[in-house]
């Protein structure tokens, strides 16, 4: 069967330090890769997306950046963190081409002081 | 640009009742999806219902269906004999391809 595992789960960081959280997927080969951030009293916003190795796809200008560097593992960094990084980071994946029902990770909450 | 609206940002129903939440999404795509997450306290997100745009029927799960209205772009979801273990923050979405575009959120509260 398939497993999400996200990690760190918990995270707190000074504004100006770097960032990064994993996410890697069992059970399955060429998912789609989706990471999602979710502010507080606020909905899920869709920051990157990846549909294979080295391809990512970005939805909002902002101060992060995804990677891809292998089949079922996404990566969210910063160089830098602002205050407003503040958040919720969802990381899920859906079974590729065609396929449409996103399976989430557990998340990991980041608090930028 | 694809959009999804909940317009509820908190409801209350009391257990046993029914409770119908609001959703309305925009989107030149012809064929699409639309699903229902639940979010409860512990934040792990959980389908609870998808609709097929091209399929005139609406989605049933147990005790959850939704009205869909594709002409109008709307898409709510009903909760029968509602129970405690129903509150959380419930999402819409909306799957054009490759990515699923969230609402805000409704919270929905259950009282015995």
């Known amino acids: 069967s398939q497993t999400i595992h996200q990690w760190p789960a918990t995270l707190v960081q000074p504004v100006g330090s770097p960032l990064s959280l994993e996410c890697t997927v069992e059970g399955t080969s060429n998912p789609n890769l989706y990471w999602y951030r979710q502010a507080a009293g606020r909905g899920l916003q869709l920051l990157f997306y990846s549909v294979g190795i080295g391809q990512i796809s970005s939805e909002v200008p902002q101060n992060l950046s995804a990677s891809r560097p292998q089949d079922r593992q996404f990566i969210l960094s910063s160089k830098k963190l602002l205050l407003s990084d503040s958040g919720f980071y969802l990381c899920a994946w859906s079974s590729g081409a065609g396929a449409n029902v996103l399976t989430f990770g557990a998340g990991s909450r980041l608090t930028v002081l | ?112």
């Open chain 2, 1 to 112: 640009a694809q959009t999804v609206t909940q317009s509820q940002p908190e409801m209350s129903v009391q257990e046993a009742e029914t409770v119908t939440l609001s959703c309305t999404y925009d989107t030149s795509e012809s064929d699409y999806y639309l699903f229902w997450y639940k979010q409860p306290p512990s934040r792990q997100m959980i389908l609870v219902i998808r609709q097929e745009a091209y399929k005139q029927q609406n989605a049933t799960e147990n005790r959850f269906s939704v009205n869909f209205q594709k002409a109008a772009k709307s898409f709510s979801l009903k909760i029968s004999d509602s129970q405690l273990g129903d509150a959380a923050m419930y999402f819409c979405a909306h799957y054009p391809p490759d990515k699923l575009i969230f609402g805000t959120g409704t919270r929905l509260q259950v009282f015995p």
